[in-house]
């Protein structure tokens, strides 16, 4: 599910603002929300989720009430707030503010954290400075909102959640590789026999044995180098390059090797080879892609 939520100025403005937006995607397999809004003024009430709230202020000040006191959150700070945690926000200075936040579901989060015992997770403040969480909830968001690949959006949400245990005060997941070259081989079969699939990283553990999707990522990274998302792209471009190489056409090609859509296979193609499937299609034949344009 995706949105965007938009509020003109009124012609009488005093001054142009830019519009306030709000733009929201759901990933069905986890239940996590992405949301990327702007706001030039006020933002919202007071109100309370039911969710694990992650965010980081890309832009201006976001000044929100929250434990008792008024918050501000400028450039790169990080937001973190528990669920059923009484909240506003409103911009803090002239200009507005941008943001990035994860609704993250209260079993997701569990679930992430059942390795380690202890009592309830919580946050001891609301605020804090760490840079690589932002980048993490960054990446996590930018993913979510490309809806191409389940693999890519289940790491780097798994990635938040890393860098969110110390906030939660659980110890960082160990990072000792436990070889299980049985299960790297049967999600490594998985992905060659299903290469137009897009399979989740729980159901790619289920698939091949592993206790949970993080015995298959240390597994599947100490056998072959890399994660299982790497892999599925690195094979799917490989794919890719021998039927462009024969002559097909790169929106074909891209059904045929489980890309999202032409784009899609473009701009992985162009990352990996520095130069566009069309481009690459015509050095092999001699025959430019004239209907389907450089994509």
């Known amino acids: 599910m995706t949105g965007v939520m938009t509020k003109i100025p009124s012609a009488t403005s005093p001054r142009l603002e830019p519009p306030d937006q709000v733009h929201m995607v759901r990933d069905e397999g986890t239940g996590v929300e992405a949301v990327r809004a702007r706001f030039a003024a006020h933002a919202y009430d007071s109100h309370r989720h039911d969710d694990w709230l992650v965010g980081v202020t890309e832009r201006g000040v976001q000044d929100f009430f929250c434990r008792g006191a008024r918050q501000r959150s400028t450039a790169g700070r990080i937001i973190l707030i528990e669920p059923d945690e009484a909240h506003d926000g409103q911009a803090g200075a002239p200009g507005g503010f941008a943001y990035r936040m994860l609704y993250l579901p209260q079993r997701w989060l569990r679930s992430g ?51 969110l245990r110390p906030h939660l005060s659980r110890p960082v997941r160990t990072t000792a590789v436990r070889r299980d070259d049985r299960v790297a081989r049967r999600a490594r079969e998985y992905l060659h026999d299903g290469l137009t699939a897009n399979p989740g990283a729980d159901a790619l553990a289920r698939s091949a044995g592993a206790s949970d999707r993080f ?81």
């Open 113 to 163: 954290l059942a390795d380690v015992g202890g009592g309830d997770p919580g946050f001891a403040t609301c605020l804090h400075d760490d840079p690589a969480l932002g980048v993490a909830i960054h990446s996590a968001s930018a993913a979510l909102f490309q809806r191409g690949e389940r693999l890519a959006s289940d790491a780097a949400l798994d990635a938040v959640l890393q860098r």
């Open 215 to 295: 015995h298959l990522a240390r597994s599947f990274r100490a056998a072959y180098g890399t994660s299982p998302h790497a892999y599925l792209v690195q094979i799917r471009l490989l794919r890719a390059r021998h039927l462009l190489a024969s002559g097909e056409r790169p929106a074909d090609v891209a059904a045929a090797c489980g890309f999202a859509d032409q784009s899609h296979l473009g701009r992985r193609f162009r990352r990996a080879y520095g130069l566009t499937p069309a481009a690459y299609r015509a050095l092999c034949t001699g025959v430019p892609d004239r209907v389907a344009g450089n994509a």
